[in-house]
């Protein structure tokens, strides 16, 4: 168990909804990252937050944002689905950043009809 | 740009022998690289990480990983192969002055057999 927690483990959903994914890092860390993983595209990094501000971005859509809250969880929404959004979606914590390691989360599966 | 390559897709081996995951990396900055594991249905786990320190790294569960910058190799080793090092291997690198961001390898299957 890396103490990072995410919400909920599964979601099914039709094209054009909006879904929103929780995550909550681990007890004293400022950084949270969220990372997509899918067949054709791999893991790829999305978003980063550090004390509740935008640190880095990725290959994050427009139709996805996030934010990070007071208490240092982190919402990543997903808006206007298509079936190509289908994936994991998995939520990192850590201390800092660059070199700090980030634990993983067990992610949320994200499913498009 | 950074980046790595992991050479192998898929990797067998049996159980008991050596372990053997292969990966170049590319950087114009002294990289942080780190393999990870993802086990079935699971979330990631690090493995191990290198951050200019010792440029042999030893790991979880027997594992090590040798920095050679001349060969810009990162390879990760294991003695001997158990049932249970049957998973996904990534092998990342972090990106210099931009956040955390890592990038990963597009992973090593790792098959074990008895």
């Known amino acids: 168990d890396s103490g990072v927690t995410q919400t909920p483990k599964h979601l099914i959903t039709a094209t054009g909804q909006r879904v929103t994914l929780r995550c909550s890092p681990r007890?004293?860390?400022?950084?949270v990252y969220w990372y997509q993983q899918s067949l054709d595209q791999g893991l790829q990094f999305l978003i980063q937050?550090?004390?509740?501000?935008?640190?880095a971005k990725g290959n994050i859509l427009e139709r996805f944002s996030a934010q990070q809250f007071p208490d240092l969880h982190s919402e990543l929404n997903l808006s206007s689905l298509e079936l190509g959004d289908s994936a994991l979606y998995f939520c990192?914590?850590?201390?800092?950043?660059?070199?700090?390691?980030?634990?993983f989360g067990p992610g949320t599966r994200l499913t498009v009809l | 740009a950074q980046s790595v390559t992991q050479l192998d897709s898929h990797v067998s081996v049996s159980e008991g022998t050596p372990v053997l995951l292969r990966c170049n990396y590319s950087?114009?900055?002294?990289?942080?690289l780190f393999w990870y594991v993802q086990h079935p249905n699971k979330g990631l786990q690090l493995l191990l990480k290198?951050?200019?320190?010792?440029?042999l790294v030893k790991g979880i569960n027997g594992f090590e990983a040798e920095f050679k910058k001349s060969e810009t190799s990162f390879h990760l080793t294991k003695p001997s192969a158990h049932m249970s090092d049957a998973a996904e291997y990534f092998c990342?690198?972090?990106?210099?002055?931009?956040?955390?961001?890592?990038?990963f390898g597009q992973g090593t299957e790792l098959s074990v057999k008895p």
């Open positions: 990192a914590s850590s201390v800092g950043s660059y070199t700090d390691t980030q634990y």
């Open positions: 007890s004293g860390d400022l950084s």
């Open positions: 937050y550090y004390n509740g501000e935008e640190r």
């Open positions: 950087s114009s900055y002294s990289p942080s």
């Open positions: 290198y951050t200019s320190a010792a440029t």
């Open positions: 990342v690198v972090s990106v210099y002055n931009q956040g955390g961001k890592l990038i």
